[in-house]
Protein backbone atom coordinates (compact mmCIF):
# COMPACT_ATOMS: atom_id res chain seq x y z
CA UNK A 1 0.00 0.00 0.00
CA UNK A 2 1.39 3.54 -0.52
CA UNK A 3 2.92 5.20 2.25
CA UNK A 4 1.24 8.19 4.21
CA UNK A 5 3.00 10.92 5.82
CA UNK A 6 3.27 11.08 9.83
CA UNK A 7 2.94 14.80 11.19
CA UNK A 8 3.66 16.47 14.27
CA UNK A 9 2.61 19.94 15.26
CA UNK A 10 5.12 22.64 14.05
CA UNK A 11 7.68 19.83 12.39
CA UNK A 12 7.77 18.54 8.40
CA UNK A 13 5.30 15.62 7.75
CA UNK A 14 7.63 12.57 7.91
CA UNK A 15 6.82 9.65 5.38
CA UNK A 16 7.46 5.88 6.35
CA UNK A 17 6.84 3.40 3.41
CA UNK A 18 7.68 -0.30 3.10
CA UNK A 19 11.20 -1.30 2.34
CA UNK A 20 10.34 -1.88 -1.82
CA UNK A 21 9.14 0.89 -2.55
CA UNK A 22 11.83 2.61 -0.23
CA UNK A 23 14.69 0.56 -2.07
CA UNK A 24 13.59 1.18 -5.77
CA UNK A 25 13.27 5.46 -4.50
CA UNK A 26 16.76 5.15 -2.83
CA UNK A 27 18.12 3.42 -6.22
CA UNK A 28 16.50 7.01 -7.96
CA UNK A 29 17.27 9.84 -5.20
CA UNK A 30 21.22 8.31 -3.73
CA UNK A 31 22.66 10.33 -5.83
CA UNK A 32 20.92 13.32 -5.44
CA UNK A 33 19.73 13.37 -1.55
CA UNK A 34 20.91 16.42 0.16
CA UNK A 35 23.18 15.84 3.42
CA UNK A 36 20.21 17.64 5.66
CA UNK A 37 17.55 15.45 3.55
CA UNK A 38 14.91 13.47 6.36
CA UNK A 39 16.12 9.84 6.80
CA UNK A 40 13.88 7.51 8.50
CA UNK A 41 14.58 4.20 9.62
CA UNK A 42 12.46 1.43 11.71
CA UNK A 43 13.06 -1.20 14.28
CA UNK A 44 11.42 -3.95 15.85
CA UNK A 45 12.04 -6.17 18.59
CA UNK A 46 10.52 -9.22 19.52
CA UNK A 47 8.26 -9.28 23.20
CA UNK A 48 7.23 -12.65 25.02
CA UNK A 49 4.03 -12.59 27.23
CA UNK A 50 4.43 -15.83 29.26
CA UNK A 51 4.27 -19.20 27.15
CA UNK A 52 1.95 -17.43 24.10
CA UNK A 53 3.93 -18.43 20.78
CA UNK A 54 2.37 -14.98 19.96
CA UNK A 55 4.85 -12.59 19.18
CA UNK A 56 4.64 -8.60 19.75
CA UNK A 57 7.37 -5.90 18.82
CA UNK A 58 8.04 -2.41 19.13
CA UNK A 59 8.83 -0.31 16.38
CA UNK A 60 10.42 2.93 16.26
CA UNK A 61 10.71 5.95 13.55
CA UNK A 62 13.52 8.31 13.53
CA UNK A 63 13.51 11.14 11.41
CA UNK A 64 16.64 13.38 11.53
CA UNK A 65 16.65 16.88 9.72
CA UNK A 66 19.89 17.98 10.84
CA UNK A 67 23.43 17.30 9.45
CA UNK A 68 24.89 18.18 12.32
CA UNK A 69 24.11 15.15 14.55
CA UNK A 70 26.43 12.92 13.88
CA UNK A 71 24.79 9.57 13.17
CA UNK A 72 26.34 7.50 10.06
CA UNK A 73 24.52 6.06 7.40
CA UNK A 74 25.41 2.95 7.99
CA UNK A 75 23.85 2.66 11.09
CA UNK A 76 20.30 4.07 9.30
CA UNK A 77 21.17 1.47 6.60
CA UNK A 78 21.17 -1.24 9.12
CA UNK A 79 17.81 0.39 11.35
CA UNK A 80 15.97 0.81 7.63
CA UNK A 81 16.24 -3.10 7.45
CA UNK A 82 14.87 -3.85 10.42
CA UNK A 83 11.37 -4.30 9.25
CA UNK A 84 10.81 -8.03 6.93
CA UNK A 85 9.87 -7.28 3.27
CA UNK A 86 5.80 -7.80 3.13
CA UNK A 87 7.06 -10.41 0.27
CA UNK A 88 9.35 -12.41 2.08
CA UNK A 89 8.81 -16.45 2.46
CA UNK A 90 7.48 -16.50 5.29
CA UNK A 91 3.60 -15.92 5.68
CA UNK A 92 2.85 -14.78 9.10
CA UNK A 93 6.05 -12.43 8.73
CA UNK A 94 4.69 -10.99 5.86
CA UNK A 95 1.32 -10.46 7.84
CA UNK A 96 3.04 -9.04 11.05
CA UNK A 97 5.00 -6.94 8.82
CA UNK A 98 1.97 -5.48 6.74
CA UNK A 99 0.28 -4.83 10.08
CA UNK A 100 3.16 -3.04 11.40
CA UNK A 101 3.97 -1.05 8.41
CA UNK A 102 0.00 -0.23 7.84
CA UNK A 103 0.32 0.75 12.09
CA UNK A 104 2.83 3.34 11.75
CA UNK A 105 1.41 4.89 8.82
CA UNK A 106 -1.85 4.55 10.73
CA UNK A 107 -1.24 7.16 13.59
CA UNK A 108 1.89 8.35 13.20
CA UNK A 109 0.65 11.78 15.34
CA UNK A 110 0.00 9.98 18.90
CA UNK A 111 3.10 7.74 18.36
CA UNK A 112 5.27 10.61 18.35
CA UNK A 113 6.28 11.45 22.30
CA UNK A 114 9.50 13.80 21.79
CA UNK A 115 11.05 16.25 19.69
CA UNK A 116 14.61 18.03 19.57
CA UNK A 117 13.78 21.78 18.44
CA UNK A 118 16.48 23.59 17.72
CA UNK A 119 15.80 26.86 15.39
CA UNK A 120 19.25 28.16 14.73
CA UNK A 121 19.65 24.59 12.91
CA UNK A 122 16.48 22.51 11.65
CA UNK A 123 14.36 20.19 13.38
CA UNK A 124 15.53 16.96 14.78
CA UNK A 125 12.95 14.74 16.02
CA UNK A 126 12.39 11.39 17.96
CA UNK A 127 9.52 9.36 16.80
CA UNK A 128 8.60 6.08 18.76
CA UNK A 129 5.87 4.61 17.35
CA UNK A 130 3.91 1.25 18.01
CA UNK A 131 3.36 -1.46 15.71
CA UNK A 132 2.90 -5.40 15.98
CA UNK A 133 5.34 -7.65 14.05
CA UNK A 134 6.45 -11.47 14.04
CA UNK A 135 10.08 -11.37 13.70
CA UNK A 136 13.16 -13.29 14.45
CA UNK A 137 15.63 -13.39 17.34
CA UNK A 138 17.85 -10.38 15.09
CA UNK A 139 14.95 -7.67 16.46
CA UNK A 140 16.80 -7.64 19.76
CA UNK A 141 19.99 -6.60 18.56
CA UNK A 142 18.76 -4.02 16.09
CA UNK A 143 16.63 -2.69 19.02
CA UNK A 144 19.69 -2.63 21.32
CA UNK A 145 21.60 -0.69 18.39
CA UNK A 146 18.80 1.80 17.81
CA UNK A 147 18.29 2.20 21.96
CA UNK A 148 21.85 3.38 21.41
CA UNK A 149 21.66 5.86 19.24
CA UNK A 150 19.14 7.45 21.77
CA UNK A 151 21.13 7.09 23.96
CA UNK A 152 23.99 9.18 22.40
CA UNK A 153 21.45 12.01 20.96
CA UNK A 154 20.08 12.48 24.57
CA UNK A 155 23.74 12.09 26.10
CA UNK A 156 24.37 15.38 23.41
CA UNK A 157 21.23 17.27 24.07
CA UNK A 158 22.12 16.73 27.95
CA UNK A 159 25.61 18.01 27.34
CA UNK A 160 24.55 21.18 25.74
CA UNK A 161 22.11 22.22 28.05
CA UNK A 162 24.37 22.09 31.26
CA UNK A 163 27.14 23.58 29.29
CA UNK A 164 26.02 27.04 29.02
CA UNK A 165 28.26 29.20 30.92
CA UNK A 166 29.21 32.81 30.99
CA UNK A 167 32.86 33.33 28.41
CA UNK A 168 35.80 34.16 29.10
CA UNK A 169 35.86 37.75 31.04
CA UNK A 170 38.33 39.02 29.10
CA UNK A 171 35.69 39.08 26.03
CA UNK A 172 33.59 41.76 27.89
CA UNK A 173 36.31 43.37 29.68
CA UNK A 174 36.56 42.55 33.13
CA UNK A 175 39.30 40.28 34.85
CA UNK A 176 39.45 37.05 36.96
CA UNK A 177 41.92 37.32 40.10
CA UNK A 178 40.07 34.02 41.32
CA UNK A 179 37.41 31.85 39.87
CA UNK A 180 34.69 32.61 42.19
CA UNK A 181 34.26 36.72 41.85
CA UNK A 182 35.01 38.33 38.71
CA UNK A 183 36.19 42.23 38.80
CA UNK A 184 35.29 44.22 35.93
CA UNK A 185 36.57 47.73 34.88
CA UNK A 186 36.41 50.69 37.32
CA UNK A 187 33.97 53.55 36.82
CA UNK A 188 33.25 56.92 37.59
CA UNK A 189 30.79 59.07 38.86
CA UNK A 190 29.38 61.02 35.80
CA UNK A 191 31.20 59.03 33.10
CA UNK A 192 29.55 56.85 30.62
CA UNK A 193 30.17 52.93 32.08
CA UNK A 194 28.97 50.07 29.75
CA UNK A 195 29.88 46.37 29.81
CA UNK A 196 28.55 43.86 27.24
CA UNK A 197 28.22 40.28 28.92
CA UNK A 198 28.93 37.45 27.02
CA UNK A 199 27.68 33.53 27.07
CA UNK A 200 28.94 30.68 25.39
CA UNK A 201 27.06 27.06 24.54
CA UNK A 202 23.96 26.33 26.14
CA UNK A 203 21.31 24.78 24.13
CA UNK A 204 20.90 27.99 21.48
CA UNK A 205 24.90 27.64 21.44
CA UNK A 206 25.37 31.65 22.11
CA UNK A 207 28.42 33.44 21.34
CA UNK A 208 27.62 37.02 23.22
CA UNK A 209 24.17 36.37 23.24
CA UNK A 210 21.68 35.32 21.22
CA UNK A 211 17.96 35.41 20.69
CA UNK A 212 17.48 32.77 22.73
CA UNK A 213 19.86 33.60 25.93
CA UNK A 214 18.61 36.36 28.34
CA UNK A 215 20.51 38.15 31.42
CA UNK A 216 19.41 39.55 34.82
CA UNK A 217 20.29 40.31 38.61
CA UNK A 218 19.54 37.18 40.57
CA UNK A 219 20.98 39.00 43.77
CA UNK A 220 22.64 42.23 44.88
CA UNK A 221 22.15 45.81 43.81
CA UNK A 222 24.05 47.43 40.53
CA UNK A 223 25.49 50.82 40.96
CA UNK A 224 23.36 53.70 40.76
CA UNK A 225 22.81 54.94 37.35
CA UNK A 226 23.45 51.40 35.64
CA UNK A 227 20.90 49.08 34.20
CA UNK A 228 21.25 45.66 32.53
CA UNK A 229 19.46 44.82 29.59
CA UNK A 230 18.06 41.45 28.75
CA UNK A 231 20.33 40.63 26.28
CA UNK A 232 23.55 41.13 28.60
CA UNK A 233 24.39 45.01 28.09
CA UNK A 234 25.55 46.66 31.68
CA UNK A 235 25.01 50.71 30.57
CA UNK A 236 24.49 53.99 31.96
CA UNK A 237 25.83 56.40 34.28
CA UNK A 238 27.14 55.79 37.76
CA UNK A 239 25.55 58.53 40.29
CA UNK A 240 27.60 57.40 43.68
CA UNK A 241 31.08 56.29 44.29
CA UNK A 242 31.27 52.75 45.97
CA UNK A 243 31.77 48.93 45.52
CA UNK A 244 28.75 46.90 44.71
CA UNK A 245 29.36 42.73 43.91
CA UNK A 246 25.88 41.58 42.41
CA UNK A 247 25.13 38.09 41.00
CA UNK A 248 24.42 38.14 37.24
CA UNK A 249 22.30 35.09 35.97
CA UNK A 250 22.18 34.26 31.91
CA UNK A 251 19.76 31.43 30.88
CA UNK A 252 19.08 29.71 27.34
CA UNK A 253 15.04 29.87 27.58
CA UNK A 254 14.51 27.26 24.21
CA UNK A 255 11.87 25.15 24.36
CA UNK A 256 10.45 21.75 23.35
CA UNK A 257 14.22 20.22 23.41
CA UNK A 258 15.83 21.38 26.54
CA UNK A 259 13.86 19.56 29.29
CA UNK A 260 14.57 21.97 31.91
CA UNK A 261 15.76 25.38 31.18
CA UNK A 262 19.61 25.72 31.16
CA UNK A 263 20.90 28.81 33.77
CA UNK A 264 24.14 30.26 35.83
CA UNK A 265 25.32 32.62 37.64
CA UNK A 266 28.07 34.54 38.55
CA UNK A 267 28.96 37.16 40.72
CA UNK A 268 31.02 40.70 39.91
CA UNK A 269 32.60 42.94 41.73
CA UNK A 270 32.06 46.76 40.34
CA UNK A 271 34.22 49.79 41.92
CA UNK A 272 32.75 52.85 41.00
CA UNK A 273 35.28 55.84 41.96
CA UNK A 274 34.58 59.86 42.74
CA UNK A 275 34.68 61.41 38.93
CA UNK A 276 37.64 63.85 38.24
CA UNK A 277 36.96 68.00 38.51
CA UNK A 278 39.03 69.77 35.97
CA UNK A 279 39.18 73.56 36.56
CA UNK A 280 39.22 76.71 35.70
CA UNK A 281 36.10 76.37 33.28
CA UNK A 282 38.03 78.91 30.77
CA UNK A 283 41.52 80.34 30.32
CA UNK A 284 42.68 84.03 29.86
CA UNK A 285 43.15 85.43 26.36
CA UNK A 286 46.68 85.81 24.80
CA UNK A 287 48.35 88.74 23.07
CA UNK A 288 50.35 88.62 20.08
CA UNK A 289 54.18 88.50 22.24
CA UNK A 290 53.28 88.70 25.05
CA UNK A 291 54.44 86.07 27.60
CA UNK A 292 50.88 83.44 28.56
CA UNK A 293 50.18 81.39 31.38
CA UNK A 294 47.72 79.33 32.82
CA UNK A 295 47.37 76.15 34.97
CA UNK A 296 44.47 73.74 34.57
CA UNK A 297 44.45 71.49 37.92
CA UNK A 298 42.16 68.22 38.53
CA UNK A 299 40.77 66.88 41.87
CA UNK A 300 40.66 64.81 43.83
CA UNK A 301 44.55 64.99 44.13
CA UNK A 302 46.75 61.93 42.18
CA UNK A 303 48.90 61.54 39.37
CA UNK A 304 47.13 62.62 36.52
CA UNK A 305 48.32 62.91 32.66
CA UNK A 306 46.94 65.81 30.27
CA UNK A 307 46.80 65.68 26.73
CA UNK A 308 45.44 67.66 23.98
CA UNK A 309 42.60 65.53 22.06
CA UNK A 310 41.09 67.52 19.76
CA UNK A 311 41.95 71.38 18.55
CA UNK A 312 45.41 73.41 18.58
CA UNK A 313 46.84 75.14 21.01
CA UNK A 314 47.81 78.82 19.32
CA UNK A 315 51.17 78.63 18.04
CA UNK A 316 53.34 79.53 20.55
CA UNK A 317 52.08 77.98 23.38
CA UNK A 318 52.33 74.51 24.80
CA UNK A 319 50.54 71.75 27.36
CA UNK A 320 52.19 70.12 30.17
CA UNK A 321 51.78 66.78 30.33
CA UNK A 322 52.38 66.04 33.70
CA UNK A 323 50.63 69.35 35.78
CA UNK A 324 48.78 71.04 33.24
CA UNK A 325 50.49 74.42 32.77
CA UNK A 326 50.00 76.15 29.41
CA UNK A 327 52.49 78.59 28.97
CA UNK A 328 54.82 80.47 26.04
CA UNK A 329 54.31 83.28 24.04
CA UNK A 330 51.30 83.34 21.43
CA UNK A 331 52.80 84.72 17.61
CA UNK A 332 49.73 84.66 16.06
CA UNK A 333 46.20 86.63 16.22
CA UNK A 334 43.27 84.36 15.56
CA UNK A 335 40.88 81.91 18.03
CA UNK A 336 42.02 78.91 18.86
CA UNK A 337 39.37 76.31 20.26
CA UNK A 338 41.25 72.67 22.00
CA UNK A 339 39.69 69.87 24.37
CA UNK A 340 41.48 68.61 27.15
CA UNK A 341 41.87 65.25 28.21
CA UNK A 342 43.04 64.55 32.34
CA UNK A 343 43.26 60.63 32.78
CA UNK A 344 44.73 59.04 36.39
CA UNK A 345 45.99 55.58 36.84
CA UNK A 346 42.79 54.21 38.28
CA UNK A 347 41.53 55.11 34.73
CA UNK A 348 39.28 57.87 35.64
CA UNK A 349 39.46 60.40 32.73
CA UNK A 350 37.67 64.08 32.24
CA UNK A 351 37.83 65.80 29.33
CA UNK A 352 36.70 70.26 29.06
CA UNK A 353 36.58 72.10 25.36
CA UNK A 354 38.56 75.44 26.17
CA UNK A 355 39.06 78.77 24.08
CA UNK A 356 42.03 81.09 23.45
CA UNK A 357 41.68 84.09 21.16
CA UNK A 358 44.81 86.03 20.35
CA UNK A 359 44.93 89.64 19.34
CA UNK A 360 47.35 92.47 19.55
CA UNK A 361 47.98 94.24 22.14
CA UNK A 362 46.16 97.61 23.30
CA UNK A 363 47.48 100.79 22.95
CA UNK A 364 46.17 103.63 24.25
CA UNK A 365 46.09 107.19 22.76
CA UNK A 366 47.47 109.88 24.91
CA UNK A 367 44.35 111.68 26.46
CA UNK A 368 43.14 115.09 25.11
CA UNK A 369 41.28 117.08 27.62
CA UNK A 370 39.51 120.41 26.75
CA UNK A 371 39.65 122.61 30.04
CA UNK A 372 43.33 121.96 30.66
CA UNK A 373 46.56 122.94 29.79
CA UNK A 374 49.43 120.99 30.21
CA UNK A 375 48.28 118.57 32.64
CA UNK A 376 46.96 121.57 34.44
CA UNK A 377 42.89 122.46 35.20
CA UNK A 378 41.31 124.52 37.05
CA UNK A 379 38.93 125.35 40.10
CA UNK A 380 35.67 125.68 38.44
CA UNK A 381 36.64 125.17 35.08
CA UNK A 382 34.89 122.23 32.96
CA UNK A 383 37.01 119.38 31.61
CA UNK A 384 35.82 116.97 29.03
CA UNK A 385 37.58 114.86 26.76
CA UNK A 386 37.71 110.98 25.35
CA UNK A 387 40.08 107.98 25.66
CA UNK A 388 41.26 105.77 22.84
CA UNK A 389 42.28 102.39 22.14
CA UNK A 390 43.31 100.58 19.30
CA UNK A 391 44.25 96.42 19.49
CA UNK A 392 42.31 93.85 21.05
CA UNK A 393 39.16 92.28 20.74
CA UNK A 394 35.79 94.05 20.16
CA UNK A 395 34.88 96.93 22.07
CA UNK A 396 36.13 97.98 25.17
CA UNK A 397 35.03 99.30 28.39
CA UNK A 398 36.88 102.07 30.41
CA UNK A 399 37.53 101.81 34.05
CA UNK A 400 39.29 103.65 36.84
CA UNK A 401 41.82 100.93 37.49
CA UNK A 402 44.35 103.27 40.10
CA UNK A 403 44.36 106.27 41.39
CA UNK A 404 41.65 108.91 42.13
CA UNK A 405 40.37 111.48 39.63
CA UNK A 406 40.31 115.38 40.71
CA UNK A 407 36.74 116.06 42.69
CA UNK A 408 34.05 116.58 40.28
CA UNK A 409 35.37 114.37 37.27
CA UNK A 410 34.25 111.16 36.26
CA UNK A 411 35.61 108.20 33.70
CA UNK A 412 32.44 107.17 31.91
CA UNK A 413 32.13 103.09 30.82
CA UNK A 414 32.83 104.88 27.21
CA UNK A 415 36.18 106.57 27.50
CA UNK A 416 34.73 109.61 27.97
CA UNK A 417 36.38 112.47 31.06
CA UNK A 418 34.26 114.88 31.67
CA UNK A 419 32.68 117.28 34.64
CA UNK A 420 34.48 120.59 36.61
CA UNK A 421 36.89 120.35 39.50
CA UNK A 422 36.22 121.94 42.89
CA UNK A 423 39.16 121.11 44.56
CA UNK A 424 42.87 122.58 43.67
CA UNK A 425 45.48 119.40 44.01
CA UNK A 426 47.79 117.70 42.04
CA UNK A 427 45.97 114.34 40.78
CA UNK A 428 46.78 110.86 39.01
CA UNK A 429 44.38 108.38 38.10
CA UNK A 430 44.48 105.40 36.21
CA UNK A 431 42.07 104.54 33.28
CA UNK A 432 41.98 100.69 31.74
CA UNK A 433 40.56 99.62 28.75
CA UNK A 434 39.61 95.82 28.81
CA UNK A 435 38.02 94.24 25.25
CA UNK A 436 35.46 91.09 25.11
CA UNK A 437 37.91 88.56 26.07
CA UNK A 438 39.14 90.15 29.11
CA UNK A 439 42.36 91.55 27.55
CA UNK A 440 43.10 94.82 29.46
CA UNK A 441 45.64 98.01 29.29
CA UNK A 442 46.04 101.02 31.29
CA UNK A 443 47.10 104.75 31.10
CA UNK A 444 48.51 107.22 33.60
CA UNK A 445 46.41 110.43 33.55
CA UNK A 446 48.14 112.98 35.69
CA UNK A 447 46.08 116.47 36.71
CA UNK A 448 46.96 119.24 38.34
CA UNK A 449 43.94 121.35 39.25
CA UNK A 450 44.85 125.36 40.11
CA UNK A 451 42.79 127.53 42.46
CA UNK A 452 41.09 130.28 40.80
CA UNK A 453 43.30 133.32 39.18
CA UNK A 454 43.48 136.16 41.66
CA UNK A 455 45.83 139.23 41.88
CA UNK A 456 48.72 138.44 44.40
CA UNK A 457 49.63 141.83 44.26
CA UNK A 458 47.55 144.02 46.20
CA UNK A 459 48.84 147.46 45.85
CA UNK A 460 51.72 149.30 44.04
CA UNK A 461 54.58 151.18 46.00
CA UNK A 462 55.08 154.72 45.74
CA UNK A 463 56.83 156.52 42.78
CA UNK A 464 59.43 159.80 42.84
CA UNK A 465 59.54 162.55 40.02
CA UNK A 466 62.87 162.16 38.07
CA UNK A 467 63.66 158.90 39.43
CA UNK A 468 63.25 155.10 37.95
CA UNK A 469 60.49 153.61 39.17
CA UNK A 470 59.63 149.23 38.40
CA UNK A 471 56.75 147.37 39.96
CA UNK A 472 55.68 143.97 39.00
CA UNK A 473 52.15 142.89 39.20
CA UNK A 474 51.79 138.69 40.76
CA UNK A 475 49.27 136.78 40.66
CA UNK A 476 48.36 133.10 42.52
CA UNK A 477 46.26 130.63 41.30
CA UNK A 478 45.16 129.83 37.56
CA UNK A 479 46.89 128.33 35.17
CA UNK A 480 49.89 129.61 33.10
CA UNK A 481 51.08 131.65 31.61
CA UNK A 482 49.19 134.87 32.36
CA UNK A 483 48.28 137.49 29.99
CA UNK A 484 47.79 141.12 31.15
CA UNK A 485 45.50 143.84 30.34
CA UNK A 486 45.22 147.54 31.18
CA UNK A 487 41.37 147.97 31.01
CA UNK A 488 41.31 151.58 32.32
CA UNK A 489 42.84 154.93 34.04
CA UNK A 490 45.69 156.73 33.59
CA UNK A 491 49.42 156.46 34.12
CA UNK A 492 51.60 158.55 34.96
CA UNK A 493 53.87 160.59 32.61
CA UNK A 494 56.73 158.64 31.67
CA UNK A 495 55.46 155.52 33.25
CA UNK A 496 54.86 151.82 31.05
CA UNK A 497 53.01 149.18 31.31
CA UNK A 498 54.65 145.59 29.62
CA UNK A 499 51.31 143.09 29.09
CA UNK A 500 53.48 140.31 28.46
CA UNK A 501 55.38 140.31 31.91
CA UNK A 502 52.93 142.43 33.98
CA UNK A 503 55.68 145.08 34.98
CA UNK A 504 55.17 148.98 35.56
CA UNK A 505 58.32 150.87 34.38
CA UNK A 506 59.50 154.07 33.55
CA UNK A 507 60.73 157.81 35.30
CA UNK A 508 57.37 159.72 36.51
CA UNK A 509 57.41 163.65 35.09
CA UNK A 510 55.27 165.11 37.62
CA UNK A 511 53.51 163.80 40.44
CA UNK A 512 50.53 163.11 41.62
CA UNK A 513 47.88 160.40 42.17
CA UNK A 514 46.95 158.14 39.39
CA UNK A 515 44.54 155.42 39.18
CA UNK A 516 44.47 152.07 36.55
CA UNK A 517 42.25 149.13 36.34
CA UNK A 518 43.74 145.78 35.20
CA UNK A 519 43.40 142.35 34.04
CA UNK A 520 45.13 139.30 34.23
CA UNK A 521 43.98 136.31 32.00
CA UNK A 522 45.78 132.63 32.21
CA UNK A 523 46.18 129.95 29.51
CA UNK A 524 42.60 128.86 30.40
CA UNK A 525 41.05 132.22 29.79
CA UNK A 526 40.59 132.54 33.50
CA UNK A 527 40.38 136.29 34.30
CA UNK A 528 41.28 138.63 37.19
CA UNK A 529 40.63 142.18 37.74
CA UNK A 530 42.11 144.69 40.15
CA UNK A 531 42.56 148.49 39.77
CA UNK A 532 45.97 149.68 41.48
CA UNK A 533 46.75 153.59 42.64
CA UNK A 534 50.06 154.26 41.80
CA UNK A 535 51.23 158.08 43.86
CA UNK A 536 53.99 160.00 42.16
CA UNK A 537 56.36 162.27 44.81
CA UNK A 538 58.39 164.78 44.28
Same mark, same amino acid.
Given at each position: ??? #? ?9 ? #???? !? ?22 ? /? ?22 ? !? #? ?11 ? /? ?11 ? #?????RAWR? =? *? ?5 ? +??? +? ?28 ? =? ?37 ? +??? &? ?14 ? +? ?5 ? &? ?9 ? &? ?7 ? *? *? ?47 EPSS ?67 ? *? ?37 ? %? ?12 ? $? ?34 ? $?? %? ?7 ? /? ?5 ? =? ?10 ? %? ?8 VAPV ?5 ? &? ?36 ? %? ?11
Open positions: MPA #RPATRSGSTPI #RLEP !PKARSARRSRTDSSRSPSASRCCT /SSFRRRAGRSSTTASTAFAFRLQS !P #RVGVSEGAFASCR /SSLPEPGSASSSK #RRSSAS =L *SASPSSS +CSH +CLNKPDRGRTCLLPCRGLEAGGGGRVKRFA =LVFALVVVLAGLVVAAASALAFSDASDFGCKTPNDVVWT +CPT &GSVGTPYSVQFKARAG +CSDPVGG &GPYVKYSVASG &GLPPGLSLS *S *SGLLSGTPTQAGTWEPWIRVEDYVENWCADTAHTERQFIFNVLTGLDLVPPGTVGASYSATLSVTPAGTHTFAVTAGALPPGLALDASNGAISGTPTTVGSYPFKVQVSDTDGRSI *SREYNINVANPIAISPPALQGQRAGRGEVGIALSGQLTA %TGGNGAFTWTVAGG $TPPTGVTLGADGTVSGTPSVAGNYTFTAQAADVDGR $TA %TVNIPLTVA /SNLSFKT =LALKPAKVGKLY %TAKLKTIGGKWKILG &GKLPRGIRFDKKLGVFAGTPKREGTYRVSVQATDALGV %TSKKTFVLVVKT
